[in-house]
């Protein structure tokens, strides 16, 4: 079964996959090869997490999501090159608007991948996403 099996958002360059409870596990596990197999997505190979993403972020995706799977895209989204299907990295989404209706975002990209206008294409995709949920 694949891990990607929820709405996907599309760009020029990009696509973007939620993160879900597989992928964060798998990132956490640093198997790039069952990354790969499940999800047909590229990851650094030997794997390494985007720069400035943690174990404990993708620990705390994966409780929440197991808690609240229905919560999908409101904690990140891995960004990747359509034809390719290498990640380049992610957006993180500190989870559903608060009670003043504010939404933490963060990014994350690999070195090699700097300065290429990703960050800002997969960030503007993401607050898109967002503004069409609230």
Do not use: C
Not at 59 to 81: H, I, K
Not at 96 to 110: C, E, L, N, R
């Amino acid at each position: 079964m694949s891990l990607i099996l929820h709405e996907q958002l599309e760009t020029d360059r990009l696509l973007l996959a939620p993160l879900t409870v597989e992928i964060a596990e798998g990132m956490i596990a640093g198997d790039s090869e069952l990354l790969r197999t499940e999800s047909r997505l590229i990851f650094p190979d030997p794997f390494r997490l985007p720069p400035m993403m943690m174990d404990d972020y993708l620990t705390a995706v994966s409780q929440r999501l197991r808690y609240e799977p229905s919560q999908v895209g409101w904690w990140g989204w891995l960004f990747f090159v359509k034809e390719s299907r290498r990640v380049l990295g992610t957006v993180g989404v500190s989870g559903p608007p608060d009670d003043t209706g504010a939404v933490g975002i963060a990014f994350s990209v690999y070195e090699d991948q700097e300065n290429k206008g990703y960050t800002k294409e997969a960030t503007k995709a993401v607050v898109d996403w967002i503004l069409a949920q609230v």
